[in-house]
């Protein structure tokens, strides 16, 4: 009876909420180092999924979030194809200096000019110079399928 | 911002199902409860693969066996701050609403540029600035999420497109 674990009779306090922003500086509570997915790419992974369950014969579970998601990747994702998908997860990989969230996020929104993306995600003012950026976009923006 | 993260949860068993398969029939278990919800501040949008199930362990008086399953799921946790695109849904005259993917979204008059008003004898009702930019259902817009509110299995949130390079999007 001695040996037996005890629960911890105290509990840590839990991180105060409200607190996560993705202002000029990130703060991303839990979700400081999860691995980020663009649109494109949640699109493929979704998808992939509902295929195999299909292939496999189970319950897809067709939920409303997950319909609504998936209309809502349909519409937005601007890469459609899995080669142009990988081809854009490369470019943004190489940029280390950015932070997953910002990778993605940059993925996400393809904005036209590097002005665009720095207002937008104020984040990465000072982490990327310009001309950098404006490359990444316009590498990005050629493997933009319609 | 989408996800893929790791998380846990007990999930029980009924006895009658104790056998074979049981770890399938936990995981199936796991997707039917979980995908689909809105976990505090985040969609689980789907689960992918469950990577580790623990011993089942018994529960004293229910005879139900305890598993504690880790697994990946497809999460999307939007984040104030953050810039998303979203499709407007209803316009009133106070604002409008958007839909991004399960979240809701207001977006009221006082955020929107100055030059942008209601027109309400327009069939749709919209937001216009009586030159190129029309707001209607249908439109895809970019908001940046200004606050956000979570209750118990929903969250709404406010955005505003009172900024350089927010609001219509060419489609």
């Not at chain 1, 009876?1 to 909420?17: G, I």
């Not at chain 1, 979704?46 to 189970?58: S, Y």
């Not at chain 1, 665009?116 to 110079?129: Q, V, Y």
Request: proline letters at 4%.
């Amino acid at each position: 009876m001695s040996d037996q674990n005890h629960a911890p009779t105290s509990r840590s306090k839990p991180p105060p909420p409200g607190e996560e922003e993705a202002g000029a500086v990130l703060k991303l509570g839990e979700f400081e180092d999860v691995d980020t997915l663009t649109l494109s790419e949640a699109s493929l992974v979704i998808n992939a999924l509902m295929a195999k369950r299909r292939k496999d014969r189970k319950d897809r579970n067709e939920t409303d979030v997950l319909n609504k998601t998936l209309a809502y990747l349909d519409s937005f994702s601007r890469f459609k194809q899995k080669e142009n998908v990988e081809a854009v997860e490369r470019l943004l990989s190489a940029h280390k200096e950015l932070t997953k969230f910002e990778r993605a996020h940059i993925g996400s929104l393809c904005c036209d000019s590097a002005d665009e993306c720095k207002t937008l995600i104020p984040s990465i003012a000072d982490k990327i110079s310009d001309e950098d950026l404006q490359e990444l976009l316009d590498e990005m923006g050629k493997l933009i399928s319609t | 911002m989408f996800f893929l993260h790791n998380l846990e949860r007990r999930v029980t068993l009924h006895p009658s199902y104790f056998g074979r398969n049981m770890h399938e029939l936990v995981t199936t278990k796991l997707v039917k409860d979980v995908e689909g919800t809105c976990a505090g501040d985040y969609y689980i949008i789907a689960i992918m693969d469950t990577f580790d199930v623990s011993e089942g362990r018994i529960l004293p008086g229910s005879g139900l066996a305890e598993f504690t399953v880790g697994y990946r799921a497809v999460v999307w946790r939007p984040f104030k701050g953050e810039v998303i695109d979203a499709i407007v849904d209803t316009v009133n005259p106070h604002g409008f609403f958007a839909q991004a993917g399960p979240l809701r979204l207001f977006v009221s008059s006082h955020l929107m540029p100055d030059e942008i008003r209601y027109d309400a004898s327009a069939t749709p009702a919209q937001f216009t600035n009586d030159a190129d930019i029309v707001i209607e259902h249908g439109t895809h817009v970019r908001v940046k999420i200004i606050g956000l509110r979570t209750e118990v299995g929903e969250m709404w949130a406010i955005g505003s497109i009172n900024g350089d390079f927010l609001g219509c999007l060419q489609p």
